[in-house]
Structures are given as structure tokens and as C-alpha cells.
């Protein structure tokens, strides 16, 4: 495991003066020098309570609003690129390129050691999508890791995708085991990105060259470590922390725009999350949020009020009193 950097080591970061990041030296992988990035708001309350946030797939941090939410409730708020994602990704590296999920534990390990040593211990451990099937296996893989509780904003536990595209994945995840950099296209198009950014159809700014419209392509390694992770929650985890797992009331999927992506989530099959969260522990509370695209915090306000209410009330039952 990599030694964390100095607390104090921060550079200013791309989202402007309320935030400040902090690079997270890893050891090298088959690609050569590997980092993760740690993001801070700079304006935290007077408590012993965070959050660390981590991204989904063709994603990084940028949700200023996010990070206010948590601050205004009474959270210390970061935010983790992972390697070979946003500010942590390298010129020689392809993006999201792993060839097995716990790679991405120890940028968790990393990251969550600044977070303690800067005085937080309540630990509340978030993901969206992907990084919420990473965060969920890392709970698991750690159980020492002293995480008070997990957020799940629409976590990616299995596929969305007509049944004759399914065929051809056992045969690609066995691929993956030989061929990781096998490139494959990418089953996801772009419209889901034309629904968020304001330069398309949507209402939030962000850097296209760290979340562009047309996803990155995905190669034989990266689907065979997603797979096996989906394998670990269909099977069931352990989980002793509280879990809430919140995702969109419905899935829209149509060939061509339509205003409901808007309000549903078009990435992902919902029921997939409604039928699989239960099965990560004992103490799983799993809610739908009328109206929610899938990144839920990006959300129409109506259904992003909503989520966030959901958020803090839950938190507000399940954490230690301040």
C-alpha cells in the first residue's frame, strides 16, 4: 500500500476556490505510474463527520452542489478521481483501464487515511454507478476500514442491455483473462451525456475531455473485473454498516431523444438495483426517487430535492449523535 501524502499538500483545483485537490501516488501497474486524486471542500463545518464521494464510469467529480449539500448538513465533504479517471489520469493511461476492481482499493485506502488524519472519524463512504459497485466491494474487502455507513446513488450491479448483446459477454469476460487490452465498443451512446451537459440538452457544466458524450472504450480486462464484481453482489455480501441505495422510480430506453430521459434513468434497469441491494447486508434500506435521471444528483430540482432529503434524513437515523 502506497503512504498517503501530507494533509497539507493541496493544489488549487478546476471547480474554482471552494475546492482544493491533492494527488495520491500509487504503486506503478502494467501501464507504468499510476495516481489517484483527492478533492476537499474548502469550507468545512465544525464536526468530526465526511463523506468521501467516488464517481462512476466515464466520470469524475464536478458536482459543487453535492459537496454544498453535505457541508450545509453538517459533513466534511471529499470527492476521490480514481486512477486513470479525471485529474488522476496520466498521459500513457488508457481511462478507466483495470483489469480487476481491488486495484481501485488501495486509492480508496489512501484517500480515507488523509480524511482521518485531518480529523474526521465518521466515515460515510458514497458512489455513484460503477463507484458504487466499488465502494460496496471495498466495504466488504475492509472490514476494518471503520466506515459509519454506505450511500448508494443508482449502483451499477448488472447490465443494461437487450438480451442478444448479453450472449457474447461470458465468451468476452473469458477473453479478458488473455486479452485484457482487447479494445470492444462502446454499448452505451450518447445521449445520456447530451442529457446533462448545458452545451446539449442538460443543465451542468463539465469537462468533456474528462466526461465526453461518447464514452471511452472499454476493454475485455475492464468488463471481465465488472463482471466478477457483479458476481460478488449477486451472490450476497456482508455488509454490517447501514446501506441506503437510492435510484430512479423507472428506466426509459428509446432509439431516438426523448424528453422522458430527462426523468428516468436511461443508463441503467432499475429493477436490477431494487432486486440486488437487499443483498448486500442485513441493514439495506432501498428507495426509489420519482423522477430521477440516473445520476440522481443531477436530477431535475424537484427529484434532486428529493434525493438529498432522503440522504440526510436517512443519515440523521442511522449516524452517532455529534
Known amino acids: 500500500m502506497a503512504s498517503s501524502p501530507a494533509p497539507d ?20 501497474d502494467y501501464e507504468g505510474e499510476v495516481r489517484a486524486t483527492l478533492v476537499r471542500h474548502c469550507h468545512p463545518p465544525a464536526t468530526t463527520r465526511a463523506v468521501l464521494y467516488v464517481h ?7 458536482q459543487r452542489d453535492l459537496a454544498a449539500e453535505y457541508a450545509a448538513h453538517g459533513f466534511r465533504f471529499y470527492a476521490l478521481d480514481l486512477r486513470k479517471y479525471g485529474r488522476a489520469l496520466l498521459r500513457h493511461q488508457w481511462p478507466n483501464n483495470v483489469r480487476d476492481l481491488a486495484e481501485y482499493y488501495e486509492d480508496l485506502d489512501a484517500a480515507l487515511a488523509v480524511v482521518r488524519a485531518e480529523g474526521s472519524t465518521t466515515l460515510v463512504l458514497s458512489g455513484h454507478s460503477t463507484g458504487g459497485l466499488i465502494v460496496s466491494l471495498y466495504a466488504q474487502a475492509r472490514p476494518k476500514a471503520g466506515l459509519a455507513a454506505l450511500v448508494l446513488n443508482s449502483p451499477f450491479f448488472d447490465l443494461f442491455q437487450p438480451w442478444y448483446r448479453k450472449l457474447g459477454v461470458p465468451l468476452v469476460t473469458r477473453l479478458g483473462a488473455l486479452l485484457p487490452d482487447l479494445k470492444l465498443p462502446a454499448s452505451l451512446s450518447d445521449t445520456y451525456g447530451q442529457s446533462l451537459h448545458r452545451a446539449y440538452r442538460g443543465q451542468w457544466d463539465y469537462d468533456l475531455a474528462w466526461k465526453p458524450n461518447r464514452v471511452f472504450h472499454i476493454n475485455a480486462g475492464w468488463l471481465r473485473a465488472i463482471r466478477a464484481g457483479h458476481r460478488q453482489v449477486r451472490r450476497g455480501l456482508q455488509l454490517p454498516m447501514p446501506v441506503l441505495v437510492l435510484h430512479s422510480d423507472r428506466t426509459a430506453y428509446s432509439r431516438k431523444w426523448s424528453d422522458d430521459f430527462l426523468r428516468a434513468d436511461i443508463v441503467l434497469d432499475v429493477q436490477h438495483i431494487r432486486q440486488l441491494g437487499p443483498r448486500l447486508g442485513p441493514n439495506v434500506t432501498v428507495k426509489a426517487i420519482e423522477g430521477g435521471i440516473h445520476d440522481l444528483f443531477l436530477s431535475a430540482p424537484a427529484a434532486r430535492t428529493a434525493a438529498y432529503q432522503a440522504v440526510f434524513d436517512w443519515l440523521d437515523t442511522v449516524l452517532p449523535p455529534q
Open 9 to 28: 499538500t493541496y493544489l488549487p483545483d478546476p471547480l474554482g476556490p471552494d475546492f482544493q485537490l491533492c494527488h495520491l501516488p500509487q504503486p506503478p
Open 56 to 62: 462512476g464510469f466515464n466520470d469524475y467529480f464536478f
